[in-house]
Nanobody, 120 residues
Framework: QVQLVESGGGLVQAGESLRLSCAAS????????MGWYRQAPGKQRELVAR???????NYADSVKGRFTISRDNAKNTVYLQMNSLKPEDTAVYYC??????????????WGQGTQVTVSS
């Protein structure tokens, strides 16, 4: 089995920074893309940022220029550096591992979520 363990969430004031980490563990042969999604109360889960195995990235328009996603393929870990945080960034942030290749097959995995709260 594969587990995604997230860390780094918390409560900060507007303008401050946080860094989220997500480590995938298990009998992993490879991971296609890794990404971060978020879900605010009463809203749908949305993509925040995504990075391919080759390092190509894409971001939600609302976080461009403020958030940076990076990845350590050797550690199966993805990071999200969040700067200039705004109250509207408040949400539960979920890590996603896309097309995780195992001996027994390929599937996607999600982390348990980490709360990010930005006060004004």
């Amino acid at each position: 089995q594969v587990q995604l363990v997230e860390s780094g969430g918390g409560l900060v004031q507007a303008g401050e920074s946080l860094r989220l980490s997500c480590a995938a563990s298990g009998s992993i042969l490879s991971i296609n893309a890794m990404g971060w999604y978020r879900q605010a109360p009463g809203k749908q889960r949305e993509l925040v940022a995504r990075i391919s195995s080759g390092g190509s990235t894409n971001y939600a328009d609302s976080v461009k220029g403020r958030f940076t996603i990076s990845r350590d393929n050797a550690k199966n870990t993805v990071y999200l550096q969040m700067n200039s945080l705004k109250p509207e960034d408040t949400a539960v942030y979920y890590c996603n591992a896309n097309r995780v290749r195992l001996v027994v097959g390929v599937r996607d995995y999600w982390g348990q979520g980490t709360q990010v709260t930005v006060s004004s």
